[in-house]
């Protein structure tokens, strides 16, 4: 069983920042698209091995999704959040692909346990 974890959700106000945070067991970071939904089902962002990127376009100028090898850890930045940003987000690998990821739920593995953000004034 592949498990991966969340971590980095929490309370902002509008136009506030947080950053997740996704540890990933090494050898499924080196093998597979990961990406982040939220709500388990609305794709957000996608990475590749290559480093390319997708966004959703309710996300796309704010939310940046990056790799960190050495710490086999995946992460979104997200900035200037809104309310309607407020979900559960879940980090999630699709190993019968490392390039072209795609943004279908069902296309995902592995799935994280979730981390809940909150964008209340």
């Known amino acids: 069983q592949v498990r991966l974890r969340e971590s980095g959700g929490g309370s902002v106000q509008p136009g506030g920042s947080l950053k997740l945070a996704c540890v990933v067991p090494r050898d499924t970071f080196g093998r597979a698209c990961m990406a982040w939904f939220r709500q388990g089902r609305d794709n957000v962002a996608t990475i590749d091995l290559s480093s390319t990127t997708t966004y959703a376009d309710f996300v796309r100028g704010r939310f940046t999704i990056s790799m960190y090898n050495g710490k086999n850890t995946l992460y979104l930045q997200m900035n200037n959040l809104q309310p309607e940003d407020t979900a559960e987000y879940y980090c999630?690998?699709?190993?019968?692909?490392?390039?072209?990821?795609?943004?279908?739920?069902?296309?995902?593995?592995?799935w994280g346990q979730g981390t809940q953000v909150t964008v209340s004034s």
């Open positions: 999630a690998a699709d190993v019968g692909r490392a390039y072209g990821c795609v943004s279908r739920s069902s296309a995902y593995d592995y």
